[in-house]
């Protein structure tokens, strides 16, 4: 059974950075790529980055191309995504997801997501 959770979100202010968690059950990392996504209220979902299994490919949205950097820790089963010169528009829901190739659909494995907002 794959478990994802997410965690790490908060308040910031415009600017700054985050760094969000998505914690896997075991193994998951060997056989799963991973993407983190974000929803605002309203809007689609959007593809944020994804990794895949073997970690020799990461793929980023262009809105946050050159600000968020995806990175994992085999040995703790958790991705990580840090996120710096956040902007109000980075404002939302973000979820990472678990699926065969990049990019996890949403009838793949899914965390429950961990709020952002960035706001003065």
């Known amino acids: 059974q794959v478990q994802l959770v997410e965690s790490g979100g908060g308040l910031v202010q415009p600017g700054g950075s985050l760094r969000l968690s998505c914690a896997a059950s075991?193994?998951?990392?060997?056989?799963?790529?991973i993407g983190w996504f974000l929803q605002s209220p309203g809007k689609a979902r959007e593809g944020v980055s994804c990794m895949s299994s073997s970690a020799r490919n990461t793929y980023y949205g262009g809105s946050v191309k050159g600000r968020f950097t995806m990175t994992r820790d085999n040995a703790k089963n958790t991705l990580y995504l840090q996120m710096d010169s956040l902007k109000p528009e980075d404002t939302a829901v973000y979820y990472c997801?678990?699926?065969?190739?990049?990019?996890?659909?949403?009838?793949?494995?899914w965390g429950q997501g961990t709020q952002v907002t960035v706001s003065s």
């Open positions: 997801a678990a699926g065969p190739y990049c990019w996890p659909s949403s009838d793949d494995y």
């Open positions: 075991e193994n998951t990392l060997n056989y799963y790529a």
